[in-house]
């Protein structure tokens, strides 16, 4: 398994410390030097191309989101983890719309923030499930003319993926069910994303549902 280079951002020294430790012990993960604001975030992210910026919000006068954009713009293959106190879903749509495909609370076991880290390097989305549902609802909810059409500019194979997206797949299964390797697969979907103009699955599966596509368990229904 690839080591899995993860840059940990966090304003609390002794909290980012502590998590630092926590994943050094993972034999597939690497923790990198940790960045305690805005700046050293974006300097590190730029330095060492990390596989996963785990991230708070709060950076004392810094701000998260800054770092998220930065990231989107400049290192896009970085997947992004929050680990915040935050819990606001306002928090949680910008972050999402910034290309964040996890979302966990600061009080998260660290059992699970393990496998959060994991799941989200390896492209799946982490969202607790009390916050997905009025998540997506909002991403759906929000008009976005701009895409009109763009599902149009999709490949015949590319919309297969596609459709495996809003049924909820990870990619292993995208692959399994469409006979590809993983790696074709997560090629596709990066070609889905731009051509959908968007930065993240669940935006993806939003603009999908807006656009009128359903999870297959609901089109096999009579």
């Given at each position: 398994?690839?080591?899995?280079?993860?840059?940990?951002v966090?304003?609390?020294?002794?909290?980012?410390?502590?998590?630092?430790?926590?994943?050094?012990?993972?034999?597939?993960?690497?923790?990198?030097?940790?960045?305690?604001?805005?700046?050293?975030?974006?300097?590190?992210?730029?330095?060492?191309?990390?596989?996963?910026?785990?991230?708070?919000?709060?950076?004392?006068?810094?701000?998260?989101?800054?770092?998220?954009?930065?990231?989107?713009?400049h290192?896009?293959?970085?997947?992004?983890l929050?680990?915040?106190?935050?819990?606001?879903?306002?928090?949680?749509?910008?972050?999402?719309?910034?290309?964040?495909?996890?979302?966990?609370?600061?009080?998260v076991?660290?059992?699970q923030?393990?496998?959060?880290?994991?799941?989200?390097?390896?492209?799946?989305?982490?969202?607790?499930?009390?916050?997905?549902?009025?998540?997506?609802?909002?991403?759906?909810?929000?008009?976005?003319?701009?895409?009109?059409?763009?599902?149009?500019?999709?490949?015949?194979?590319?919309?297969?993926?596609?459709?495996c997206?809003v049924?909820?797949?990870?990619?292993?299964?995208?692959?399994?069910?469409?006979?590809l390797?993983?790696?074709?697969?997560?090629?596709?979907?990066?070609?889905?994303?731009?051509?959908?103009?968007?930065?993240?699955?669940?935006?993806?599966?939003a603009?999908?549902?807006?656009?009128?596509?359903?999870?297959?368990?609901?089109?096999?229904?009579?």
């Open positions: 398994m690839d080591t899995i280079r993860v840059l940990v966090d304003d609390h020294r002794l909290f980012a410390e502590a998590v630092a430790i926590r994943l050094g012990r993972e034999s597939d993960l690497t923790v990198l030097p940790l960045a305690y604001d805005e700046d050293q975030a974006k300097r590190l992210l730029t330095e060492h191309h990390p596989c996963l910026l785990l991230l708070d919000l709060a950076l004392g006068q810094g701000n998260g989101m800054a770092v998220l954009e930065h990231a989107r713009r290192r896009p293959d970085t997947r992004v929050v680990l915040t106190a935050v819990g606001s879903t306002e928090h949680l749509l910008e972050a999402v719309r910034l290309g964040a495909t996890g979302w966990l609370p600061k009080t076991d660290t059992g923030l393990v496998a959060a880290v994991r799941g989200v390097a390896r492209g799946e989305g982490w969202i607790p499930p009390e916050l997905l549902g009025d998540l997506l609802a909002r991403l759906v909810a929000v008009p976005e003319p701009e895409h009109s059409g763009a599902l149009s500019r999709l490949s015949p194979r590319e919309f297969e993926v596609f459709q997206m049924d909820g797949l990870s990619r292993q299964q995208i692959a399994q069910r469409l006979y390797s993983t790696e074709t697969v997560r090629t596709h979907i990066q070609n889905v994303l731009a051509k959908l103009g968007v930065h993240s699955v669940l935006e993806a599966v603009l999908g549902l807006r656009s009128g596509l359903r999870p297959a368990e609901y089109q096999e229904r009579p």
